[in-house]
């Protein structure tokens, strides 16, 4: 079953009387929040057909077609074609992963799960796994990071945190594997460590929203590990280490909320 949600409305502007983090804290202050006024459950199968108000959302990852044209392949709704035309005004890369809100409009569209009328997306930064050596590991640092969540889905590590806004120094997220050690350990399971570089640039100010990071796993062997497991120096809980055996998790119920506001990130 796939969730389409009736309109859905924004709000949400926030005063801050310290002037040094006003126009840091007015980027984030225009966001979309789901209000959801009525649920309508759908499927490809039971021949149910879409209204133009009909709006659902999906995480996604991007598909170049040419110039300004781009395919989608969602977690929920499999691969998505623009139905209806859009101009985007940016350039997307070839694997990005993003929040899509989209009108759907036809199943089975010419060889795509559903033609869609894209409406917005927010994309994500999205990495790869990168090698962890003695030489680059202070590049790397491993300050407490605040997860929030995270899973495997999609082919990508999607990470769900909070930080504290730096005043200029974006933070540097990273997803790394030791190079000395296997491909796949003894236990069966593909060994990963989670970074964050602060640069020793960060206030007491939390980011009032999330952010999202996304990392390609298509390097690493998964069809024959038995999962993965992820190191991360927690602000909360200090080290810990989370197991994923499960390669195509749903997405939480704390993703699905995020705002599909775009605006420049502090991270990188």
């Known amino acids: 079953m796939r969730a ?3 309109p859905f409305l924004s709000l949400l502007i926030e005063n801050d009387k310290n002037e040094k983090f006003m126009k ?9 929040c789901a209000l959801v006024f009525g649920l309508f459950q759908t499927s490809c199968d039971d021949g149910d057909g879409y209204s133009i108000g009909d709006i659902a959302y999906d995480w996604v990852t991007v ?12 977690d929920i709704w499999g691969t998505m074609y623009p139905a209806a035309p859009v101009v985007w005004g940016y350039r997307l890369a070839e694997g990005t992963r993003g929040l899509l809100v989209f009108n759907p409009l036809y199943d089975d569209y010419y060889g795509y799960d559903v033609g869609i009328k894209p409406q917005q997306l927010r994309p994500f930064l999205t990495k790869t796994v990168e090698e962890l050596t003695d030489a680059n590991e202070a ?28 005043l200029d120094k974006k933070h540097r997220v990273s ?3 030791r190079a000395d050690e296997p491909a796949i350990e003894e236990d069966g399971y593909i060994h990963l460590e989670y970074r964050y570089n602060t640069y020793g640039d960060t206030t007491d100010v939390f980011n009032p929203y999330e952010e999202v990071v996304c990392y390609n796993l298509n390097t690493l062997p998964l069809d024959e590990a038995d999962g993965i497991k992820m190191k991360v120096n927690s602000a909360i809980y200090g080290e810990q280490t989370l197991v994923f055996e499960n390669m ?6 704390e993703a699905k909320n995020i705002s599909t506001f775009t605006e420049e990130s502090d991270i990188e």
């Open 139 to 166: 590049e790397y640092a491993n300050h407490p990071a605040y997860v929030l969540d995270a899973w495997v889905a999609g082919g990508y590590m999607n990470i769900l945190f909070n930080m504290k806004m730096p």
């Open 24 to 32: 840091r804290k007015m980027k984030y202050g225009f966001w979309i």
């Open 248 to 253: 195509d998790q749903e997405v939480p119920e």
């Open 63 to 74: 598909h170049v077609q040419s110039e300004g044209v781009y395919t989608f392949t969602g």
């Open 4 to 6: 389409v949600f009736g």
């Open 175 to 177: 997803l790394v594997k």
